[in-house]
């Protein structure tokens, strides 16, 4: 864990009151979580709606994955989540076996259950990790990744292993977060319900080192510990938000104050620590592991929503919606030739 001169006063606080055990977000969240997107996956959860920006969003990085090799065979996807995109590339690619890949047990079987209840035959998961994946060197034509990459606690280590399981001429393609914070330091709580309980999440976001350090204390779901967490949680609704959080202001009764109502009746202390990068690090992080082309691009799925968002600021989007599937994957395929950030293109 971090020296104890690098950390803030709640994390001092809480290393003091519930000390942490060192986890990875795979056993401290993913395997916690009972639904990744709370049942709402665009072609998976639910059909494709052309008057909403998201479904444009994700139809688009569909259309743009299925592009980036377009006679893959043996296609991996590497953090599927609940199933997007393994699910929606399968019916994409019906020649192709999409296998996912996720070292959380929980998101396999929901992924393997959500592909039978669709009826896609050629999607399977697999339960392990993406630094070591059970597959023979040179086995697969692509590889896919929606912003999960950044989530593996080595990630050379995983470009590494994707190159070995890549053939010759074989790519990654991925999507991936710019780490580019608004404030030097961001900090942030949120509460949340998991499989095995109730959890308080307390997330620092540093620029420089770019990194997330994230605590998570398990809490009963009954007695007083939920009286608690409900009382914060209708609390938290009041408060600013931030990457989808509520933002932790000085002195906020959700840092400290919290902490120490809850440390006593937690079952469980977790902290996580991951690496953020720029996209110009990651680039020269997948030419090191012998990638011979590596090109940052354009977004498919920002792209889409902007002008998914203009039709619908012009009152048009129930006129294009009978053009939903062309134009999307037409501006999935376009991405990958736009110079840009948030998705990457490399070529074994």
Not at 127 to 148: I, R
Not at 268 to 295: D, I, K, N
Not at 334 to 340: D, N, R, Y
Request: hydrophobic share 45%; with cysteine.
């Amino acid at each position: 864990m971090a020296p104890t001169d690098d950390l803030t006063d709640l994390e001092r606080r809480w290393r003091t009151l519930a000390p942490p055990e060192a986890s990875d977000v795979a056993r401290a969240v993913y395997q916690r979580t009972r639904l990744w997107t709370s049942g709402n996956l665009p072609a998976v959860d639910v059909p494709y709606d052309p008057r909403r920006e998201d479904h444009w969003a994700a139809a688009a990085r569909i259309a743009d994955y299925a592009s980036a090799l377009r006679d893959a065979r043996t296609v991996i996807d590497i953090g599927p989540g609940d199933g997007w995109p393994s699910i929606p590339l399968a019916q994409a690619l019906p020649e192709a076996r999409v296998i996912g890949v996720d070292p959380a047990s929980r998101r396999t079987e929901v992924c393997t259950a959500n592909a039978v209840r669709l009826g896609v035959t050629n999607a399977s998961f697999v339960t392990a990790s993406a630094d070591a994946m059970p597959f023979a060197n040179g086995a697969v034509d692509l590889v896919t990744a929606a912003a999960s990459l950044e989530e593996t606690p080595r990630p050379e280590a995983v470009f590494d292993e994707v190159a070995r399981v890549l053939r010759p001429g074989g790519v990654l393609r991925a999507s991936y977060q710019v780490w580019r914070l608004p404030a030097p330091e961001i900090e942030t709580v949120a509460l949340t319900e998991a499989v095995d309980g109730l959890l308080y999440v307390y997330a620092r976001r540093s620029q420089s080192p770019a990194r997330e350090r994230r605590y998570l204390l398990l809490l009963p779901s009954e007695g007083a510990a939920a009286d608690v967490h409900r009382e914060a949680l209708i609390a938290s609704a009041e408060e600013p938000r931030a990457y989808g959080e509520t933002l932790l202001r000085p002195g906020s009764p959700l840092g400290v104050p919290l902490l120490e109502r809850l440390a006593p009746l937690a079952t469980a202390s977790m902290v996580v620590e991951l690496r953020r990068w720029t996209t110009p690090w990651l680039v020269e992080a997948l030419g090191a592991v012998g990638f011979r082309e590596v090109r940052a691009t354009q977004h498919s799925g920002d792209l889409a929503r902007a002008v998914a968002r203009r039709l619908v600021a012009a009152g048009a989007i129930d006129g294009v919606a009978g053009q939903f599937e062309m134009l999307t994957r037409a501006m999935g395929e376009a991405a990958a030739s736009l110079p840009g950030e948030e998705m990457v293109t490399a070529v074994r």
